[in-house]
């Protein structure tokens, strides 16, 4: 028994497949014998990935079967979009548990092997996550939704792979120029500001509450003034970006000076050690922790403030003009494709500041691990 | 005021008052102490008499209210900012983002050694605690003990005649305890620097003392000073004598006065 509630959605997948005989074909108006390959597909799939022993076999045949299986049932979609019938998504539920089963038993893989425990930390959230992409494919093919609604993956892979030339002028001028160029001015002032801050208490009290209230000002409301200011081009946009990231790094930083403890104080004191000695050889190392927070914080907010800011006139050219003109022409598979791109550079943009904490903060208990 | 040639640290009617939310507390009164050359003294005390605090005096982290101090013939002040005095405190205090070499050149860096003379002074340190080997090692990655060393070292890199020591080995094994002991009196032969050591175990104090100072809180002041006659090579099984233990009762019964008026 227990041997089936481990496999149970290999079980449930072939207890999908049995009842999907009732509604075949697949698709209500085409020929019923493609169907047959994917039912013998998931059946082999589940007998196997329960009947085999190896785990490399048992992967083997769930990964084969549930991927050829969606493979076929998605190319039956060409040409009959909205027309899947019950029997579809019976198969496709099955097809979606042997991937899921197939996930379980990769997560349940301990190796002492470094490249073999790399490559499973990678191949499982990129299976979780071409298993969302295949299931929104299926459900916007099988549905027939409307393509203004919310296309399908494979529609804005395509126009992403046509448009590239479009995509890096925008990212040129949106990242590149606006967010990279307002983000190392709106950190390195912050932190600037910050140290001024500390070195004279009349500008802490004074400004720590000033900076609460401008970091709360709606970006909606600053970024046209910015665009009156400014001009069109991406000046504007850096502005916005700056006044988004100034507060943060401000402080954090502020609050991560003043994290050095008593005692590490106590005896820069007893070297008669100077305030920029102290400051340098403790308070800032000790800041650390506090400055990268900040950094990665406003690497998002950089991009969600120069992106938002195109919104208010820019020249023909930017994510953010392109997102608001493409979702006026209905061209929503642009529009997706453009939103990729802001996911992809958001996540590189993050993950290359995380590495760099990594490597300066090396020594704080929550990288080190203890 | 009559300072003698060799005295270190001369304290007159020595007291600090802090003002708390809850009124006054008497940290300090009325404190006349004499520290010579070359002497260990040790302070000790319950919780609250006041010997962290003037250890602290000494090293110009606490202001007194009232009386003198000075510091080789200084305020405590001039004699800090000479950088007079090494300070162990009651932790390591080592940075984290520091290897132990670098926490030991930290205050090489700070006073403008040159970049050979902190080299030398590294390796010279380093070994005087048995830390050699460890020097390309961050401070998490070794022990209590090993950290404290490596602290005791930072203290000793720079040429302080005075070092002041908050119970450095408060927070360790009574093991590792014994073995940082004998090795710090080692190392006082070898140096032959002034050692402050505030501790509250009596047989820490009476092994590694020439001078007790026993103190009493509320308010803290000095109830009796005791000179041990101990001979200055001190093997650990000294302890088991009867003149070690005839200063190691004198010294509990300075402590059990310092209680009595509170029963």
């Not at chain 1, 990964?63 to 493979?71: D, E, L, N, R, S």
């Not at chain 2, 080789?72 to 080592?94: C, D, I, K, M, T």
Request: hydrophobic share 50%; aromatic share 10%; net charge neutral.
């Amino acid at each position: 028994m227990s041997i089936f509630l481990r496999n149970w959605q290999s079980v449930l997948a072939l207890a999908l497949v049995v009842t999907s005989f009732a509604f075949l074909p697949i698709v209500s108006s085409g020929a019923g014998g493609t169907s047959w390959p994917i039912v013998l597909l998931l059946v082999a799939g589940a007998v196997g990935g329960v009947a085999l022993g190896n785990t490399v076999a048992v992967s083997a045949v769930l990964f084969i079967a549930a991927h050829g299986a969606v493979w076929l049932l998605l190319s039956a979609l060409t040409d009959h979009a909205g027309r899947a019938t019950p029997s579809f998504w019976l198969l496709l539920a099955a097809s979606w548990l042997l991937a899921w089963r197939l996930v379980t038993v990769l997560s349940a893989i301990r190796t002492r092997d470094r490249r073999t425990d790399i490559l499973l930390r990678l191949f499982i959230p990129f299976l979780f996550g071409a298993w969302l992409l295949i299931l929104w494919e299926a459900i916007v093919g099988g549905a027939g939704i409307p393509f203004v609604l919310l296309p399908p993956p494979s529609a804005v892979a395509a126009r992403f792979a046509n448009s590239l030339p479009i995509l890096a002028a925008d990212v040129n001028q949106t990242i590149f120029k606006a967010v990279l160029f307002g983000y190392g001015v709106g950190c390195g002032a912050g932190f600037l500001a910050a140290i001024v801050a500390d070195r004279f208490t009349f500008m802490q009290r004074g400004l720590l509450p000033i900076g609460n209230l401008v970091s709360a000002l709606p970006i909606i409301g600053i970024a046209p003034i910015m665009v009156m200011w400014f001009g069109f081009d991406w000046q504007s946009k850096a502005a916005v970006v700056i006044i988004m990231t100034f507060f943060p790094m401000l402080v954090n930083t502020v609050t991560g000076l003043a994290a050095a403890g008593h005692m590490e104080r106590d005896l820069m004191r007893t070297y008669a050690s100077g305030y920029w000695q102290t400051l340098a050889k403790l308070r800032l190392p000790a800041a650390m922790p506090f400055i990268f927070n900040a950094l990665k914080i406003n690497s998002t907010l950089a991009l969600i403030g120069a992106i938002v800011a195109e919104f208010f006139g820019t020249p023909v050219v930017g994510m953010g003009f392109r997102i608001s003109t493409e979702v006026g022409r209905m061209n929503v598979d642009m529009v997706w494709a453009e939103i990729a791109v802001a996911a992809l550079a958001g996540s590189v943009f993050y993950g290359v500041v995380a590495l760099a904490e990594r490597a300066v903060t090396f020594w704080h208990p929550s990288i080190r691990g203890g | 005021m009559t300072a003698s040639q060799n005295s270190v640290v001369e304290a007159r009617g020595l007291g600090l008052t802090f003002d708390t939310g809850d009124g006054q507390v008497h940290a300090l009164s009325n404190v006349n102490l004499t520290i010579n050359k070359g002497e260990f003294v040790s302070f000790i005390g319950p919780s609250g008499c006041g010997k962290t605090t003037f250890l602290r005096v000494i090293a110009d982290l606490e202001q007194p209210t009232a009386g003198t101090i000075t510091v080789n013939g200084r305020s405590p002040r001039e004699a800090r900012e000479q950088r007079a005095y090494g300070y162990v405190f009651q932790a390591a205090g080592l940075f984290p983002w520091r290897t132990i070499e670098r926490n030991v050149a930290l205050p090489l860096e700070i006073m403008g050694y040159s970049k050979e003379e902190i080299g030398q002074r590294i390796h010279r340190t380093l070994e005087l605690v048995n830390l050699t080997g460890f020097e390309k090692k961050y401070p998490w990655q070794l022990s209590g003990g090993m950290q404290q060393r490596a602290s005791i070292a930072r203290a000793l890199a720079f040429d302080a005649d005075l070092l002041l020591m908050d119970e450095p080995f408060g927070a360790l094994d009574e093991i590792v305890r014994d073995h940082l002991n004998e090795q710090l009196l080692k190392l006082w032969a070898r140096t032959e620097k002034t050692i402050g050591f505030v501790t509250h175990s009596i047989p820490e104090a009476v092994y590694l003392s020439t001078k007790i100072v026993v103190m009493s809180p509320r308010p803290g002041r000095v109830t009796d000073v005791i000179e041990s006659d101990l001979p200055r090579e001190r093997p650990l099984d000294i302890r088991e004598t009867p003149e070690f233990l005839a200063i190691a009762a004198r010294v509990r019964d300075g402590l059990r006065a310092g209680h009595s008026y509170e029963d």
